[in-house]
């Protein structure tokens, strides 16, 4: 019963800002990292950023220098700002975790639905 739900997606324009939210919700013994996925129109899904629970950051070369990933461990929330937005970076934005429901187990991955980056003039 855990879940991930993305917020903070819409239409901007380019060299604009948008700050992305993914709050996890559901049966946590710990999250051991948090990150953010894209998938632009007829392309893969590809990586953009990732922070562990030492808060350890790691960017897609497409990212570094125009994203910061964070996060608020107490409210289960990653984020993702987003500045110097280009066109390219249109597309639908995923939230992903690596989440431990018990203390036995060594953790799965999680996926949120997805929330929508369009960025045109």
């Known amino acids: 019963q855990v879940q991930l739900v993305e917020s903070g997606g819409g239409l901007v324009q380019p060299g604009g800002s948008l700050r992305l939210s993914c709050a996890a919700s559901g049966n946590i013994f710990s999250i051991n990292d948090m990150g953010w996925y894209r998938q632009a129109p007829g392309k893969e899904r590809e990586w953009v950023a990732t922070?562990?629970?030492?808060?350890?950051?790691n960017y897609a070369t497409s990212a570094k220098g125009r994203f910061t990933i964070s996060r608020d461990a107490a409210k289960k929330t990653v984020y993702l700002q987003m500045d110097s937005l280009k066109p390219e970076d249109t597309a639908v934005y995923y939230c992903n975790a690596a989440i431990q429901t018990t203390m036995l187990n060594a953790g799965m991955r999680y996926w949120g639905k997805g929330t929508l980056v369009t960025v045109s003039s």
């Open positions: 922070i562990t629970r030492d808060d350890s950051t």
